[in-house]
Nanobody, 123 residues
Framework: QVQLVESGGGFVQAGGSLRLSCAAS????????MGWFRQAPGKEREFVAG????????YYAESVKGRFTISGDNAQKSVVLQMNSLKPEDTALYYC????????????????WGQGTQVTVSS
């Protein structure tokens, strides 16, 4: 099992920044990819950003590209999502997730999930 604990999030005005952190513990040697997802009320959970713990390759949803940056520390088993130029449509519950598959955006490919942290952006 892998345990994921998120921190960060909160309330910010449009154009502001927030930083989300995720710490992994347990059987982390089985994890290949770390990702951030988000879910707004009444909507499906969607991919935001991902990073390979092996190659450090990163990839993003088109809606956040150029505004969000994902980074990871394999030694510390942690992942950070830096969110800049936030928009009201970024408001959602954000989840950290871990996958044993390579660079996947598919929510079904992620085996472990954090509890979620709320991000609210006011206009």
């Amino acid at each position: 099992q892998v345990q994921l604990v998120e921190s960060g999030g909160g309330f910010v005005q449009a154009g502001g920044s927030l930083r989300l952190s995720c710490a992994a513990s347990g059987r982390t040697f089985s994890v290949y990819t770390m990702g951030w997802f988000r879910q707004a009320p009444g909507k499906e959970r969607e991919f935001v950003a991902g990073i390979s713990w092996i190659s450090s390759s990163t990839y993003y949803a088109e809606s956040v590209k150029g505004r969000f940056t994902i980074s990871g520390d394999n030694a510390q088993k942690s992942v950070v999502l830096q969110m800049n130029s936030l928009k009201p449509e970024d408001t959602a519950l954000y989840y950290c997730a871990a996958s044993r598959q390579r660079l996947t955006r598919n929510v079904k490919d992620y085996d472990y999930w954090g509890q979620g942290t709320q991000v609210t952006v006011s206009s």
